[in-house]
């Protein structure tokens, strides 16, 4: 974990922990990405024991299932069972019901590029300060251009460019979407 990855710690059978390296700029650790996927955004760095270092987070207990499903199915093969290719351009999943939070290297980036981006229609303020793109009545992001090409591509946050296809977030919104994906 230490080196990248994350882990699930079971203190009971109804209580489990995330755990990952913590994250370097909000957005670039594979295990931060989990965390989202679980619906949480806050973290705390372990002061002590085994972890010390590391971030964790409690898993929620609506996400339990979840979690145990995907440490059953990834326990069942040593490796890929099977091989796909991704074309975005045909999909745009990730671009539709998804919340895109801006950090802050991204606000400052834009802010020299395109400050036009941080303002209205583009963007929001979350509750909590950060700002997000704002999607459309369809869910689209606001960016999303029909042939599903990003009007902001050279600037698109650092999320966005971050993403990873066929992660489980890409997957589970190709699924909500309906998108297939081409086997090998």
Same mark, same amino acid.
């Given at each position: 974990?230490?080196?990248?990855?994350?882990?699930?710690?079971?203190?009971?059978?109804?209580?489990?922990?995330?755990?990952?390296?913590?994250?370097?700029?909000?957005?670039?650790?594979? &295990?931060?990405?989990?965390?989202?996927?679980? &619906?949480?955004?806050?973290?705390?760095?372990?002061?002590?024991?085994?972890?010390?270092?590391?971030?964790? /987070?409690?898993?929620?207990?609506?996400?339990?299932?979840?979690?145990?499903?995907?440490?059953?199915?990834?326990?069942?093969?040593?490796?890929?069972?099977?091989?796909?290719?991704?074309?975005?351009?045909?999909? &745009? /999943?990730?671009?539709?019901? =998804?919340?895109?939070?801006? =950090?802050?290297?991204?606000?400052?980036?834009?802010?020299?590029?395109?400050?036009?981006?941080?303002?209205?229609?583009?963007?929001?303020?979350? =509750?909590?300060?950060?700002?997000?793109?704002?999607?459309?009545?369809?869910? /689209?992001?606001?960016?999303?251009?029909?042939? =599903?090409?990003?009007?902001?591509?050279?600037?698109?946050?650092?999320?966005?460019?971050?993403?990873?296809?066929?992660?489980? %977030? %890409?997957?589970?919104?190709?699924?909500?979407?309906?998108?297939?994906?081409?086997?090998?």
């Amino acid at each position: 974990m230490r080196a990248g990855g994350h882990a699930i710690v079971w203190s009971s059978p109804k209580r489990a922990t995330l755990v990952f390296r913590v994250p370097r700029d909000e957005d670039d650790d594979l &295990g931060l990405w989990s965390l989202l996927d679980l &619906g949480r955004w806050r973290w705390a760095r372990a002061s002590s024991g085994a972890l010390r270092g590391l971030a964790t /987070a409690r898993v929620p207990a609506d996400c339990l299932d979840i979690v145990r499903e995907r440490i059953d199915r990834d326990s069942t093969h040593a490796g890929p069972t099977l091989r796909e290719t991704f074309d975005c351009l045909a999909c &745009g /999943a990730c671009c539709k019901r =998804n919340e895109v939070v801006l =950090n802050r290297s991204d606000v400052a980036r834009l802010r020299r590029a395109r400050p036009d981006l941080l303002k209205r229609p583009w963007v929001r303020r979350r =509750n909590d300060g950060k700002l997000t793109l704002t999607l459309l009545r369809s869910g /689209a992001c606001r960016h999303l251009e029909q042939g =599903n090409a990003c009007a902001i591509y050279e600037h698109r946050p650092s999320p966005c460019s971050d993403f990873v296809i066929g992660s489980e %977030c %890409c997957l589970s919104s190709r699924e909500e979407e309906g998108v297939t994906s081409e086997s090998i």
